[in-house]
């Protein structure tokens, strides 16, 4: 989904162009960050987690740095995969689906929402 933004970074990082820092959630407790004017280059992949009555996500040693060549490779494979078994080509993401319609939701979603808790959910809605 946000294959295009990262591309558009490495583009122009490889360009030596300044660009701006992206960190985007990718699923569960994934981000991707690439970019900004202290940047390597690398799309680093890692899982975060939040540290309980703590509002901050903090990254975990879990993850990985792509240089700019693997992560094109690692795209790469979706289009392999997408040949073999044509119905991941049809797949959709979860928050196309109709129970992502309201906030509600969205927030009680772990793979879209990972680090709401209970007590914030019923604080929200109840």
Known sequence: ???????????????????????THIGGGVFATVGGPDAYNYVNVRQYFRPQNEETIHPTKAGTMLTFAEWREFCALFDS??????????????????????QR????????????????????FY
């Open 1 to 23: 989904m946000y294959q295009r933004d990262i591309e558009a970074i490495i583009r122009a990082m490889t360009a030596r162009e300044p660009t701006t820092r992206m960190h």
């Open 81 to 102: 995969i997408k040949e073999l078994a044509p119905e991941f080509a049809s797949a959709k993401l979860c928050e196309e689906s109709i129970g992502h319609l309201a």
């Open 105 to 124: 939701g969205y927030m009680e979603c772990k793979e879209c929402s990972p680090f709401v808790t209970d007590a914030e959910l019923a604080s929200y």
